[in-house]
């Protein structure tokens, strides 16, 4: 087990102080380190292996594993022709270290965190039972099942940034799934309370919401989808809210301020919401949309509902074509033909709609077109370039903060380093 004790001491003595500063860390870092001591202990051997982007350590039998999941993305974005001077910059958008076990055959689990900008926030941690056939019951913090962008893994989305409609999902929170796919379709459906940290107000119940996500794809060739989804998912404001939500978004950069924004929403009783989703490959093209409608519920007040949308397509100049996950619906990674590397082109139009004239809410109207190159060094390494042309309405002023309808135009850059 040396292997695994270097990676950890890779971690570095400044996230382990941050990391020790919670008794909640400190306690998933002794059950880390107790998987590693089961191991040794059970005598089981244990051989290491570079797999599709990702160190391992498994068994034999694979009745053991523990893979590693690191992320390192920097981003630069430049502002142009803006009204309200939105500064230039640069970031860590993610820091990212996630432990991923296989225990006993039958069971899994995982643990991730995120230090960018010096800030732990609690990512992924979960266990599983996968004993079942292409079947996955888990406990624990992990994403809604809502929408095919969120669900993607942040290592492989194609553009920097998930589109503007991704203002409606939920992402984490705790809960308990249940997944079951098949070669063409996949079922996941869950019940979940409030993200991790918040539903401890005193004298209040925690919040609940549920969700679902069904796949169907009709053509699964080698290189040739086609993929169609729906989803829905159901929340109540979180507790200590005041029966008060809100939906803020930037225009897809983090960097950029949120200048789409509805302002606190009121009297809200429930709110839902269900996207439809369209996917499909034919060898190195390959595309993806969807399109999501929200509606609050309120009391003593009118509902409101807003939407969005975004369409895209992708193009490997070199000729790769993108892996497809079965159990998870998705595009997963990329791996280039040779040691050149691969090279893709992308262009995508999103569109988000926070107003609402009948419920006297004004959030604000965006719509993108953005331009994106990726270059693929191997499968961990990847340069990313995004130019955004950004339209707004004269609402969309971050809820009085900014000059509205500022039209501009933004140029990114992400050096992304995955392990």
């Known amino acids: ?14 996230l382990r102080e941050v990391i020790m500063k ?3 860390f400190a306690f ?11 191991f040794a202990q059970n005598r089981v051997k244990m051989e290491d ?6 160190f391992v350590t498994s068994s034999e039998d694979g009745a053991f594993k523990l893979w590693f999941d690191g992320r390192i993305m920097i981003d630069t974005g430049f502002f142009f022709g803006d009204d ?10 993610r820091a990212r270290i996630s432990f991923k076990t296989i225990m006993y055959d039958n069971w899994a689990g995982e643990w991730d965190i995120d230090v960018a900008d010096n800030e732990v926030e609690i990512k992924d941690f979960w266990m599983a039972y996968i004993g079942f056939d292409h079947v996955i019951i888990k406990l624990g913090n992990h994403k809604m099942p809502f929408s095919m962008e969120e669900v993607t893994s942040s290592r492989n989305i194609v553009f920097m940034e998930r589109a503007l409609p991704n203002v ?19 079922f996941q459906a869950g019940f979940f309370g409030q993200e991790v940290g918040e539903g401890e107000e005193e004298g209040e119940n925690e919040a609940w919401g549920y969700a679902a996500r069904f796949t169907y794809e009709p053509v699964m060739e080698k290189g040739r989808i086609i993929h169609l989804g729906a989803s829905y998912q159901y929340l109540l404001p979180d507790a200590g809210s005041d029966d008060r939500i809100k939906f803020k978004q930037r225009p ?3 960097l950029t301020e949120k200048i789409l924004d509805t302002g606190k929403i009121k009297n809200v009783d429930d709110y839902s919401a269900y996207g439809v989703e369209f996917a499909g490959q034919f060898g190195a093209l390959s595309w993806q949309a969807e399109y999501i409608s929200q509606d609050v519920n309120r009391y003593d007040k009118p509902d409101a509902s807003f939407d969005g949308y975004y369409v895209y397509v992708s193009y490997f100049i070199t000729g790769e074509t993108r892996q497809w996950k079965k159990s998870e619906a998705e595009f997963g990674a990329v791996t280039p033909n040779s040691k050149k590397g691969a090279l893709e082109v992308a262009l995508r139009y999103s569109h988000l709609d926070l107003n609402d004239e009948d419920a006297d809410i004004w959030g604000g109207k965006e719509d993108n077109f953005t331009i994106g190159i990726n270059y693929y060094f191997n499968e961990n390494i990847r340069f990313m370039m995004n130019y955004i042309f950004v339209n707004n309405d004269e609402y969309a002023d971050g809820d009085g903060d900014f000059i509205g309808n500022d039209d501009f135009q933004i140029l990114a850059f992400r050096f992304q380093y995955l392990f």
Do not use: P
């Not at 309200?84 to 958008?93: L, S, V």
């Not at 409606?168 to 996949?186: E, H, P, Y």
């Open 1 to 14: 087990m040396l292997f695994i004790k270097e990676i950890i001491a890779l971690l570095g003595q400044k």
């Open 252 to 254: 897809e950069l983090h």
């Open 49 to 54: 292996y570079f797999d599709h982007g990702y």
């Open 84 to 93: 309200n001077n939105f500064a230039n910059g640069t970031e860590t958008r």
């Open 28 to 38: 998933i870092l002794i059950v880390l380190m107790s998987v590693s001591f089961a």
């Open 22 to 24: 919670s008794r909640f």
């Open 168 to 186: 409606f999902t939920s992402g984490r929170r705790i809960g308990l799934s249940v997944t079951k796919w098949a070669d063409n379709w996949r």
